[in-house]
C-alpha cells in the first residue's frame, strides 16, 4: 500500500480533529448522570475512570482534596510550590479543562471514591502521540487499582483516540514510579538533564539543563511497548464504542419518550444526509429494508429487471425480489471487485429498470462509468453503499451517485447501531414515497392508506448511531491504518493478493481481504483457514457468486470473476479495535501456513514424481 503525502496529512488533520472533539467532549460535562456515562469502566467492576470537568470546576470538596494530594507527593512534581485551594482551582481551570489536548481521569474505586488521578497530556504535539499525566495515587485502598487503571487509560487511547505511540517522562530517582511503568510495559529511552530553580513567586522548577551545567536531577524518558499477546481468539470484526454513543444512548432511554420520542432519529438523518452530500436520508431498520425502500421510491416492481453484481450480501437481490421483480447477475471487476461496467451494460434489456452497484467491503464502484452507462439507458442507480460509509470516488462519497443509496449500521459494520441501516436520496419524491411506506402507509390519526412496512430504526439506535457518525472519519482512519499493517505483513508472499484499492478510488477497507492462489500458495483457501482457526485467528470467506443459489427464478451461470474471488478469497480479522501486534500475529500465522504448505509440497514431490 502506497501512502502518500496527502493521505498522511488526511490522516494526521483527522487524528488533531479527534482529539480536540473528544476531549471537549468529556471535559465538557455538566451533570453528574452524564459523567457516569461518559466514563471508563475499569475491568471486574474495581471502579471507574472518571473525567474531571466542568462539573468539578466548582466542587470545593474534591479540589481541597486534589490540593492534598498533590502536597503530599510534590517531590514528583517539576514544579514545586505552596500549595492552596485557590490555587488548585485556577490549576484545574487552566491547566487542565482549558488546554485542548489534556485530559485527566479520577481514579475511583469500586464504591465509587476517588483515590487518585492520572491521564493524557501533549496529545497534539506528535504525529499520534500521548503523553502519560499526573499519575498520583491520592488515598490508601484497594491494591492493584492504580495499575488497573493506568491499562485501561492506555487501551482506551490506543482503541478510542488512535494514538500508536505513548510515552512519559518521571525522575529517575524516582524508583518507585519507574518500576511502576517498567511492569506496566515501559521501557526507557533516555534521559533528560534538569536544573533546579527558584521563582519569584516562591515555586521551585525543574527544567531543562543549559549545555555544559550540571544536573540536580534527571527526567528518565519512557515509552510503552507491551509484550505481544500470542493468545486468545482474534476475532473478524468488532466496533469501537466510546463514552460519547453511552451517554447519547443512556439519554435517549432517559429522556427520548413521548414529545423528544425522535430526538436522536431526526438528528441523526440531518447529520447522515449532510455527512454523504444528499438531501435526505431515513433511518431504518435494516439496510435490506432502505435497499427495498430505495427500490419502491424509484418505481421498481413485478415485470421488472435490476441489475445486481454477483459477488454481493444476499440482501441485495433480496431486495429486488421483495419488490416482485427479478435479479439479473452480471459480474464483477478483479480491481476493487465492484460491478463490471461492461458487463453491467451487457446485461440491460428492455426490462431493466434499475442497477444496484454494491461498495463491496468498503471499496466504492467504479461509479463515474455505471452512472454514465445508466443514463444513456434511462436506467435509475440505487447503491448498496452498505459496508461503505466514507469511501470516495473522486472526492465524492459513497451514497449520493444515484437516485436513492442504502447503508448498514449492523454490529460488524464500520458505524454501527447494533442493527439498522440508512436510506438516502436527493429526490423529494423517493423521500416521500419511501417515508410514506416506511411509516406503514400512516396518513394521519389511524388510517392507513396503503400496505407499507414497518421499517423504523428506533430512537436508541439513532442515539448511539449519532454518536458513531460523530467519530466516522476516526473509526475510517483506523480501518485504513490496519490495511497498511497488513500490506506490510502481506505484500509479496507467494500465492496472495491483498485487495487494494485502486488509484481512482478510497477504500475505507471495511474488512481487509486476500484471495489465495492454490497453485502458488501450495494451499487453498479452506486450508490457510484452518490453519488460522487453528493459531485462534478467525476469518470469513468471501461472499460466494449469489447467481447460484437456488431461488432465484431465472437461473444464470456464476460470473467468471465472481466465482474465482467468492472461491479463493478470505476476510481477515479487521475490527476497528485491531492493534498492530495483533495484525502481526495474523501475518506470523499466514507465513508459517504458507511455509508448513511449502515443505509439505517438497516432501511430496518424489513420490508425485514416480
Known sequence: MTTTASDLDRARAVYAAGIRRELAFLKGTRSLGDLHARSIVLPDDRGLLVPLCELHADDPRLIADLGRWRAAHADAFPTQFP???????????????????????????????PV???GFANALAGDRELEVDNVLRGEPGDAGLMTVALEAL????????????????????????????????????????????????????????????????????????????????????????????VSYALDAVRHGWNHR????????????????????????????????????GIGVGPG?????????????????????ATPVFADVEADGWGLDPAAFEAAITPATKAVMPVHLYGHPARMGEIAAIAAAHAI??????????????????????????????????????GEGGMLVTDSDAVYERARYLWGLGHEGDFWIGETGFKYRMSNVQAAIGLGQLERVDDLVEAKRRIFGWYAEELDGLPGLALSHEADWARSIHWMTSVLVDPDVAGIDRDGLRAALRADGIDTRPVFPAISQYPMWSVRQAAGPVAARIGATGI????????????????????RRALAGAARERVHLSPALAA
Not at 572 to 584: I, K, Q, T, Y
Open 83 to 113: 500549595v492552596t485551594d485557590a490555587g488548585t482551582a485556577r490549576w484545574l481551570r487552566a491547566g487542565v479543562l482549558d488546554v485542548a489536548d489534556r485530559l485527566l481521569f479520577l481514579v475511583c474505586d469500586r464504591h465509587g471514591h
Open 116 to 118: 487518585g488521578h492520572l
Open 154 to 245: 492506555l487501551r482506551w487511547g490506543r482503541e478510542v483516540l488512535g494514538a500508536q505511540r505513548v510515552h512519559l517522562r518521571v525522575f529517575e530517582d524516582n524508583r518507585r514510579a519507574v518500576g511502576f511503568y517498567e511492569r506496566l510495559g515501559f521501557r526507557a529511552l533516555g534521559t533528560i538533564d534538569l536544573t533546579r530553580t527558584e521563582r519569584a513567586d516562591g515555586a521551585v522548577a525543574f527544567v531543562a539543563s543549559p549545555p555544559g551545567t550540571l544536573a540536580d536531577r534527571r527526567f528518565l524518558t519512557m515509552e510503552h511497548a507491551p509484550a505481544p499477546r500470542d493468545e486468545g481468539e482474534i476475532l473478524t470484526a468488532g466496533p469501537s464504542m466510546s463514552g460519547r454513543e
Open 261 to 296: 420520542y425522535a430526538d436522536y432519529h431526526e438528528e441523526f438523518a440531518k447529520r447522515f444526509a449532510d455527512y454523504v452530500g444528499v438531501r435526505h436520508a431515513l433511518p431504518t431498520s435494516s439496510c435490506t429494508g432502505a435497499l427495498h425502500l430505495g427500490l419502491l
Open 304 to 324: 421488472d429487471e435490476v441489475i445486481v453484481p454477483d459477488l454481493t450480501w444476499v440482501a441485495t437481490a433480496n431486495a429486488v425480489v421483495h419488490c416482485g
Open 380 to 417: 435509475e442507480i440505487v447503491e448498496d453503499a452498505a459496508p461503505s460509509i466514507g469511501a470516495e470516488v473522486a472526492g465524492r462519497r459513497t451514497g449520493g451517485f444515484g437516485a436513492a443509496a442504502g447503508f448498514s449500521f449492523q454490529g460488524a459494520k464500520l458505524l454501527v447501531t
Open 571 to 590: 476476510n481477515l480479522p479487521s475490527g476497528v479495535c485491531l492493534r498492530r501486534d495483533e495484525v502481526a500475529r495474523v501475518g506470523a500465522a499466514v
